[in-house]
Structure formats: structure tokens, C-alpha cells
């Protein structure tokens, strides 16, 4: 049963438009998230995260949501440019080693 | 900057064989976590280390499985005998925090393939 789900496997956007990553999770006890970004043949990297008493959090260009009565997140890249393609993965923690989710491709199209 | 080391990067070997990886943290980090990554699949915990002790291997499949960080450093993954379904991306994190709360630092992975 998949604790942490990421349902779209992919997304394409214009260069210079809004990228939005959903990320959706189902165990109450998680309190800290976070997103990684994964390039071809490297390891993920931390991008951003965000802790249960925050909803929002804001880091230059990325800014992650969190939406804790939906149990649901979110990830906004404004602008989208063309080094953001990559696999972004969704992970969240409560007193646990982080748990990740499949994982979305985002295609930024110039 | 510092990294996590691994290697082998890319391992192929014949199923029934045995495969070993290695993994260096970054200096100071005390927490060291092995993930195995399946194509179209999330990272996936096998095991976490504390210093040189075993926080939590509840997911690592221990008739085949073995890891080890006996200094408290650096780690070696072991897998005998290699199976098919073990082909997939095997990463290696480190963590400055004793908590779950804290940035996983990755290195860049070993692939194995088994044949």
C-alpha cells in the first residue's frame, strides 16, 4: 500500500509557464516533507521541503504547498525553464526513514 | 563540496552470483541510509544505520541481503545469491541529523543488472 502517491508519471510545460507537482499521502503520522529532483544517472538531490506546521514554503523559483486536512501537497516552479527537466520525487516523513513517491518526469519545453 | 561516494557505478553479474557495493558518506554524517530504486519506482529503503548500528532493516530481504558499517563510516552492501528482480539503481544517503527530519544527501548510485 502505497504510503505516498505521485499519479501523474508525467507533465510537459512551455518555458517561462507555471510548473505544478501534486503529491498526495495517506499516513497521519507523517510530518515533514520534502522534494527531491533526480537527473539521468545521478543521485536525487533535496530541492525543497516543508514541515506539518507550515503551509507554504517558498525558495526562489519553487514553492511547496501543503494542504494537511486533504493530506495533499503540491510543488509550483515559476518560471519553468529548460534545466528543470527531470524526475521530481515527493517523500514525507513522521518519525520514520523517508518514504518517496514514484516519482513525475517534468518536460520543460523551450 | 562534499559527496556521498559509491561504486561500483554500473555492476552486471549473472544471477546466483555474489555483488558487493561500497559507499563513503560525508564526513561527519552520522545517519547512513542503502535505498533501491526499481525503473518507474520510488526510492525504496532497504536499511538504515546509526554510527556502526542498525536503526531499521524491517524492508531488507535478509536470506540474500547483508549490509554492514562496522567503523561507523563507510558502508558495504552485500547481495548473495543475486536474483533477477534485484536488478535496479542501489542508493547510498548520509544525514547530519539523528532525526528523520533531516536533508538525505544521495550519491550517485550503483546500477546493477543481472543477467
Known amino acids: 500500500d502505497q504510503q505516498v502517491k505521485q499519479n501523474s508519471p508525467s507533465l510537459s510545460v512551455q518555458e517561462g509557464r507555471i510548473s505544478i507537482l501534486n503529491c498526495d499521502y495517506t499516513?497521519?503520522?507523517?510530518?515533514?516533507f520534502l522534494w527531491y529532483k533526480k537527473y539521468p544517472a545521478e543521485g536525487p538531490t533535496f530541492l525543497i521541503s516543508i514541515s506539518s506546521i507550515k503551509d507554504k514554503n517558498e525558495d526562489g523559483r519553487f514553492t511547496v504547498f501543503l494542504n494537511k486536512s486533504a493530506k495533499h501537497l503540491s510543488l509550483h516552479i515559476v518560471p519553468s525553464q529548460p534545466g528543470d527537466s527531470a524526475v521530481y520525487f515527493c517523500a514525507a516523513s513522521g518519525n520514520t526513514p523517508l518514504v518517496f513517491g514514484k516519482g513525475t518526469r517534468l518536460s520543460v519545453i523551450a | 563540496e562534499a559527496e556521498v561516494a559509491q561504486s561500483p557505478r554500473y555492476k552486471i553479474t549473472e544471477k546466483s552470483q555474489a555483488v558487493a557495493f561500497w559507499c563513503d558518506p560525508i564526513s561527519g554524517h552520522a545517519t547512513l541510509y542503502w535505498y533501491r530504486q526499481i525503473l518507474g519506482q520510488g526510492p525504496e529503503l532497504l536499511v538504515q544505520f546509526q554510527d556502526e548500528s542498525v536503526v531499521d532493516d524491517s524492508q531488507l530481504p535478509k536470506d540474500r541481503f547483508s549490509a554492514e558499517r562496522l567503523k561507523g563510516v563507510d558502508s558495504t552492501l552485500k547481495i548473495q545469491p543475486a536474483e533477477l528482480g534485484d536488478s535496479a539503481m542501489y542508493l547510498c544517503?548520509?544525514?547530519?541529523?539523528?532525526?528523520?527530519?533531516?536533508?538525505?544527501?544521495f550519491g550517485e548510485g550503483s546500477r546493477l543488472t543481472v543477467l
Open positions: 544517503a548520509s544525514s547530519l541529523a539523528t532525526t528523520d527530519t533531516g536533508e538525505l544527501f
Open positions: 499516513n497521519s503520522m507523517f510530518d515533514y
